[in-house]
Nanobody
Framework: QVQLVESGGGLVQAGGSLRLSCAASGRAFSSFTIGWFRQPPGKEREFVSAINWSGESTYYADSVKGRFTISRDNAKNTVYLQMNSLKPEDTAVYYC?????????????????WGQGTQVSVSS
């Protein structure tokens, strides 16, 4: 079992930055692929970014590439999502999730463990 807790969300103006954290407890965190997903108001959940167990491989949705950076510190059981140059369309509830293996990293149905989410709101 893995428990995930997101933090770092908030309200920011367009062009600003936020860093989200995903803190994990439970077994074998360092063996999991961690993904970030978001759900904008009235829309379906969408893939944002993912990182493999070692941190050597990272993946991004086209909409955030060049603006967001995912990283992990396995010694702290934490994954980070640095979000720069935020836009109003980035407004959403952001979730982190864990799965084994790296395949299908963008498919939310493949992730077994989920956090409760953190709200990110970007004003224009």
């Amino acid at each position: 079992q893995v428990q995930l807790v997101e933090s770092g969300g908030g309200l920011v103006q367009a062009g600003g930055s936020l860093r989200l954290s995903c803190a994990a407890s439970g077994r074998a965190f360092s063996s999991f692929t961690i993904g970030w997903f978001r759900q904008p108001p009235g829309k379906e959940r969408e893939f944002v970014s993912a990182i493999n167990w070692s941190g050597e491989s990272t993946y991004y949705a086209d909409s955030v590439k060049g603006r967001f950076t995912i990283s992990r510190d396995n010694a702290k059981n934490t994954v980070y999502l640095q979000m720069n140059s935020l836009k109003p369309e980035d407004t959403a509830v952001y979730y982190c999730a864990a799965k084994t293996g790296i395949y299908y990293y963008s498919d939310h149905a493949r992730y077994r463990y989920w956090g409760q989410g953190t709200q990110v709101s970007v004003s224009s």
